[in-house]
């Protein structure tokens, strides 16, 4: 399974802030890395702990618009990069614990084969039935861009224990969110 999440990293990303990246971890000899970074995550999972580099990110601003106003902070969105390891380790157990973190299917931020234009579709296909049958449509749209930086973690891992999820799992990213660093990048 790590060697599959392995074949999935994206290749010609920036370094985190541990110097490395997909190309190392691919390139490296197969053995040492797959049984070495392996035995690594069992032993994480089982100690429900990861390392204080996990948590470590550098924030780049990226511009939004290079048509639009250069000197306005409004027209950058910061992006972490984040260590490989971490990454390839989120992977994994993502593989292993996919059938327990599902969503409900109206949801269309933050899930795979989903965007804005199926959430666009579906409002347009709702508001076309009611219109054919002659009803008033009300709308009331709510801009919930900055919540995902904002997410109560008690309460996520409140619901995560709720829906009965692995007390390790539930206590790597206890141990997780409370090392989580940034550093400014250049």
């Known amino acids: ?26 390139l490296a000899h197969p053995i040492l890395v797959v049984l070495q970074l392996t035995l690594l ?4 999972m089982k100690h429900s702990l990861v390392p204080d580099g996990f948590g470590h990110g550098i924030i780049i601003p990226l ?16 992006i972490t990069l984040s260590p490989v390891i971490s990454k390839l380790f989120e992977m994994t157990l993502m593989v292993i614990f996919d ?26 296909t709702v508001i076309d039935h009611y219109v054919k049958s ?15 930086d904002k997410v109560d973690h008690f309460a996520l891992l409140q619901l995560l224990m709720d829906r009965l999820m692995s ?7 206890l141990n997780w969110f409370s090392k989580c660093f940034a550093h400014r990048g250049e």
């Open 167 to 173: 007390r390790n799992f539930i206590g790597v990213l």
């Open 41 to 44: 995550f069992n032993i994480l």
């Open 134 to 148: 002659s009803s008033t449509v009300n709308i009331c749209a709510l801009d919930i861009s900055k919540a995902f």
């Open 63 to 78: 511009l939004k618009n290079t048509d639009g106003d250069r000197t306005t902070s409004c027209n950058y969105r910061g």
């Open 99 to 124: 059938n327990q973190l599902s969503s409900d299917p109206l949801q269309f931020g933050f899930k795979q084969h989903s965007s804005c234009s199926h959430a666009l579709f579906t409002v347009r």
């Open 1 to 26: 399974m790590v060697g599959k999440c392995i074949d999935r990293l994206k290749k010609g990303k920036a370094a985190g802030i541990d110097c490395l990246t997909a190309e190392h971890i691919s």
